[in-house]
């Protein structure tokens, strides 16, 4: 499977983005996905998931009330709405999925197939 992250830009502080992830070569219905950021010199970090019906969600305490994941099965993509951007946002994103679960992860180990990031800086 490759993942094909987009929507990443340069945006004000306050501002909203809205990045997509998809699929092509397998299908992610049945998969839990994920989104990780990596800011110049961190670790990976935990953003978001979601499982493979889309019902449960998991968001780091960092962007809880600010990002919305969601998945359009139909399309085999994922989206990480984001929204009252920050400076502290600023990262590469990475999309990724867990072929085989249908739960999201908060860690990063856990995931199968990565996407080759897309990355978001917020100016203040």
């Known amino acids: 499977v490759q993942l094909l992250a987009s929507g990443g830009g340069l945006v004000q502080a306050g501002g909203s983005l809205r990045l997509s992830c998809a699929a092509s070569?397998?299908?992610?219905?049945?998969?839990?996905m994920g989104w990780f950021r990596q800011a110049p010199g961190k670790e990976h970090e935990f953003v978001a998931s979601?499982?493979?019906?889309?019902?449960?969600?998991y968001y780091a305490d960092s962007v809880k009330g600010r990002f919305t994941i969601s998945r359009d099965n139909a399309k085999n993509t994922v989206y990480l709405q984001m929204s009252s951007l920050v400076p502290e946002d600023t990262a590469v994103y990475y999309c990724?999925?867990?072929?085989?679960?249908?739960?999201?992860?908060?860690?990063?180990?856990?995931?199968?197939?990565w996407g080759q990031g897309t990355q978001v800086t917020v100016s203040s």
């Open positions: 990724a999925t867990r072929i085989g679960s249908r739960y999201g992860s908060r860690f990063y180990k856990d995931y199968d197939h």
């Open positions: 070569g397998r299908t992610l219905s049945s998969g839990g």
């Open positions: 979601i499982s493979w019906s889309g019902s449960i969600t």
